[in-house]
Nanobody
Framework: QVQLVESGGGLVQAGGSLRLSCTLSRPTFSNYAMGWFRQAPGKERGFVTTISMSFGSAYYADSVKGRFTISRDSAKNTVYLHMNSLKPEDTAVYYC???????????????????WGQGTQVTVSS
């Protein structure tokens, strides 16, 4: 069974840093992307970042550019989200996602991802 297992959420003060990780178990495709979405209370789920596991191309939402960095370990089917200069508005449940239908023009659409993690809470206090 294909699963995405996330870890690394928690509570941090504004300006601090956190690292999330996500591992895809038993991948059924060879050329795919993994990324992160987030959902704050009362808001819709939104795109954060995605990386091509084969080519390393990375895409970011404007709200996190320059503060968040996504990286990958393709041999381990794992991605990492390095979050720096965290702000209270980054508070959300962060979901890892994976899929092989993602293209540069569709990275922000959750509908293009086939597998989702259970979510991990990130809370940034002011």
């Amino acid at each position: 069974q294909v699963q995405l297992v996330e870890s690394g959420g928690g509570l941090v003060q504004a300006g601090g840093s956190l690292r999330l990780s996500c591992t895809l178990s038993r991948p059924t495709f060879s050329n795919y992307a993994m990324g992160w979405f987030r959902q704050a209370p009362g808001k819709e789920r939104g795109f954060v970042t995605t990386i091509s596991m084969s080519f390393g191309s990375a895409y970011y939402a404007d709200s996190v550019k320059g503060r968040f960095t996504i990286s990958r370990d393709s041999a381990k089917n794992t991605v990492y989200l390095h979050m720096n200069s965290l702000k209270p508005e980054d508070t959300a449940v962060y979901y890892c996602a994976a899929g092989d239908r993602v293209t540069p023009s569709t990275v922000t659409s959750g509908d293009e991802y086939d597998y989702w993690g259970q979510g991990t809470q990130v809370t940034v206090s002011s």
